[in-house]
């Protein structure tokens, strides 16, 4: 069961309107909560024991259907996931799908390297914004570990994107990055 109103999400609530919150009311605070414009963190009396069962429950319920997960660090660092959107009408999406271009272990070592300085400098005006690259995707094609490792360390001394590494198969199209 998800929660789908802030009245929903205020009966999990102490209703205690403390302010502690930040917000005049605990129902303008649930409001926020539904938004993700504030954390439950925020509500101090949520975490005293009278309440502790609630805001458990509560945190299950608010938790989006796909974990938020972050690729990288730093200024390269990308969030994906932390969604739960049916439907475009319901709510916003909260983190932008990341881009990434994959290589695999079979490719000789200069045509990996070129391929590799094309997807970090890979740039197209979209919709009055630049999209870039946020990720390279290392396939294991080989089943070969050191070979692997070897394409790997290849691949992170070219770029300062972050990796993503797979050892299994998975669908790819092969475009080609101009």
């Keep these: 069961m998800k929660l789908s109103s802030p009245m929903e999400i205020w009966e999990y609530l102490p209703g205690t309107n403390c302010e502690e919150c930040g917000e005049k009311t605990c129902l303008a605070f649930a409001s926020l909560l539904k938004e993700r414009k504030k954390k439950l963190e925020q509500c101090p009396p949520l975490f005293e024991p009278e309440y502790a069962e609630k805001g458990k429950k509560l945190a ?10 972050e690729i990288g660090v730093g200024a390269r660092a990308s969030k994906i996931g932390g969604e739960d959107i049916m439907h475009r009408h319901e709510l916003t999406f909260f983190n932008r799908t990341a881009l990434a271009y994959d290589v695999w272990d079979t490719m000789e070592e200069e045509e990996l390297r070129e391929r590799v300085r094309k997807i970090t400098n890979w740039s197209k005006f979209y919709v009055g914004e630049s999209l870039r690259l ?37 669908f790819s199209i092969q475009p080609e990055i101009r």
């Design 134 to 170: 946020d990720a390279v995707a290392v396939r294991s094609v080989s089943g070969d570990a050191k070979t692997f490792a070897g394409c790997v360390k290849d691949v992170a001394e070219e770029t300062d994107l972050p990796l993503v590494l797979s050892g299994g198969q998975f």
């Design 60 to 69: 299950e319920l608010l938790a989006p259907e796909v974990s938020e997960v």
